[in-house]
């Protein structure tokens, strides 16, 4: 028997029913949608969505065009949030906590350098800072 209880990684979505800010499948990627537009096509077409996305992991821009009428996938995207402990200065790892005093230590400083400098400012001035993991 496997622990993952049935659960799956992605769940079906017709692409009719997607939003900017939600997320989907493109090209066996889990993406963010950043833009989201339909057109209607000829007397006898489908309309069509256009979604542009970007890979939740690496950033990269993707597209896909498909009829709203089909069906896309959707990753299934879990968020928690930790309490900031301790950030090491030399390779950028976080000692972080969540609310049932649990530690959480492997992770670091994101890539975005903007985030980047605001952690570790916001760490320097002693500020409670409340980490969201995706």
């Known amino acids: 028997a496997t622990g993952d209880a049935g659960s799956s990684t992605t769940y079906p979505i017709q692409a009719g029913a997607l939003k900017k800010g939600m997320h989907c499948v493109i090209k ?7 833009e989201y537009t339909t057109s209607k096509t000829g007397k006898h077409g489908h309309a069509k969505a256009h979604i542009v996305a970007l890979d939740i ?12 009428s089909h069906n896309m996938f959707a990753p299934n995207v879990s ?28 992770l ?12 570790k400012k916001g760490f320097e001035e002693g500020k409670e800072l409340i980490i969201g993991v995706s």
């Open 57 to 68: 992991f690496t950033g990269k821009k993707l597209e896909e065009i498909c009829p709203t």
């Open 28 to 34: 066996d990627r889990p993406c963010k949608i950043i």
């Open 79 to 106: 968020r928690a949030e930790y309490t900031l402990i301790d950030v090491d200065e030399r390779d950028g790892n976080l000692s972080l906590q969540d609310e049932n005093g649990e530690m959480r230590e492997d």
């Open 108 to 119: 670091s400083l994101p890539k975005d350098e903007e985030v980047c400098k605001l952690i």
